[in-house]
């Protein structure tokens, strides 16, 4: 009996599998369906504009809002071909990452914090963002790295770091392991990411570093808790504070730096997990605070939830997780059918965006506190990534 049963198991196993394997097949297939057929807005429009500027000759960061690299650029050549084809990479990418994370044991929470929530199907499906294809790059990235496939890890992370800038933050994570240099990643990610520069330049010049400028000098927006502290309610006015807009990048630098200081000193192996803190602290104190760039920090997640395994997690952080994903849902929710002009919560009599960076970042702090706290209770909890110094 006991010698048939683990045949039994792994036969039940793979039919389970299988019936995930279709029905992500057809959830796919559905999901490009509506990206291919819905209309160009939101940021979308911005990116068709953008490249339809570089398809005309023009340098792709000189009079334009291009805030990104020379890889992001590439797909004005894409979009030439059809105007959709470049959000149907994006989802296409975004999508084969996920599988990979689901199989060979796919769970619903992975799902949930990926897939079936109303922040990626807002700004991920109906605005086509861009971000859907940073996320899916990194989750790329740290899946061939925990497989020990380093040098297409190196040229996976180097797209991503080319597509948008913020994904440099992680560069230690993947370079570094148990105090020695991953001269093999290093290599990969060199190569690939000089080619687009080195392409870039020879083209256009030295323009490509503007985006660096122009990310830095924009004003505080949205979500950000320095909207929040710039807005009519000025919570820190009584210390005659009226806007802390000029501290926020070198705050966010600090945040930075400390993260990394923890994830060191306190010996955290689990990458993914390590990755996940990064990017929640780095979006929270990022200024430009949009929905989108929180579809990577749930990705982030939902990888490290795959590989630790939902029920292991503490029930505060479970907790916590749910409440993050339900709040940035309804602020999604709200910021779509209340959007004017192309300008979300523009649509109601009364002023959201001069309150809602506060509870966001109530949010995010909570979320982050219970994440390092995970990390401090699961220090050995990883795969075969190793960061450490």
Avoid at 214 to 240: E, K, N, W
Avoid at 244 to 272: C, E, G, P, S, W
């Amino acid at each position: 009996m006991s010698l048939h049963r683990p045949l039994l198991m792994a036969i039940v196993e793979t039919k389970m599998l299988d019936k995930f394997n279709w029905i992500y097949l057809i959830f796919g297939a559905s999901l490009l369906l509506i990206v291919g057929l819905s209309p160009s807005t939101h940021d979308y429009a911005l990116y068709l504009e953008q490249w339809e500027h570089i398809a005309q000759g023009h340098d792709p960061w000189q009079n334009t809002l291009n805030a990104y690299g020379p890889f992001y650029t590439s797909f004005a050549y894409i979009a030439e071909i059809h105007p959709k084809l470049p959000a149907l990479v994006f989802m296409s990418v975004y999508l084969l990452a996920f599988w990979l994370l689901c199989n060979p044991s796919p769970r619903f929470s992975v799902c949930l914090f990926g897939l079936i929530n109303p922040l990626f199907l807002i700004f991920g499906l109906l605005y086509n963002n861009n971000e859907t294809l940073l996320a899916g790059l990194l989750i790329l990235a740290l899946w061939a790295l925990e497989k020990q496939k380093d040098g297409f890890s190196g040229m996976l992370f180097a797209l991503a770091c080319a597509f948008k800038f913020s994904a440099g933050f992680l560069f230690p994570l993947f370079f570094i392991r148990k105090g020695k240099i991953n001269f093999k990643n290093l290599l990969a990610f060199s190569l690939t990411i000089g080619l687009l520069y080195l392409w870039a330049f020879l083209r256009w010049g030295d323009s490509f570093l503007i985006p660096f400028q122009f990310g830095m000098a924009r004003d505080s927006r949205l979500l950000s808790v320095f909207r929040f502290i710039r807005g009519t309610h000025q919570p820190l006015a009584f210390l005659g504070m009226h806007t802390l807009d000029q501290f926020a990048n070198m705050l966010m630098l600090l945040v930075y730096l400390a993260l990394l200081l923890f994830i060191v000193l306190k010996k955290i192996r689990h990458t993914a997990l390590s990755a996940c803190i990064i990017m929640l602290g780095i979006f929270s104190f990022y200024k430009v605070g949009n929905h989108q760039y929180f579809i990577t920090t749930f990705a982030l997640f939902a990888l490290f939830v795959q590989q630790r395994g939902w029920q292991k997690l503490s029930k505060p952080l479970k907790i916590i997780s749910i409440s993050a994903l339900c709040w940035f849902g309804f602020t999604a929710i709200l910021y779509h059918f209340t959007r004017a002009e192309g300008w979300g919560y523009g649509g109601l009599h009364f002023p959201i965006r001069e309150w809602i960076g506060g509870p966001t970042f109530l949010s995010e702090m909570l979320w982050l506190f219970f994440l390092m706290k995970e990390a401090l209770g699961n220090v050995n909890a990883r795969p075969n990534t190793d960061f450490t110094l």
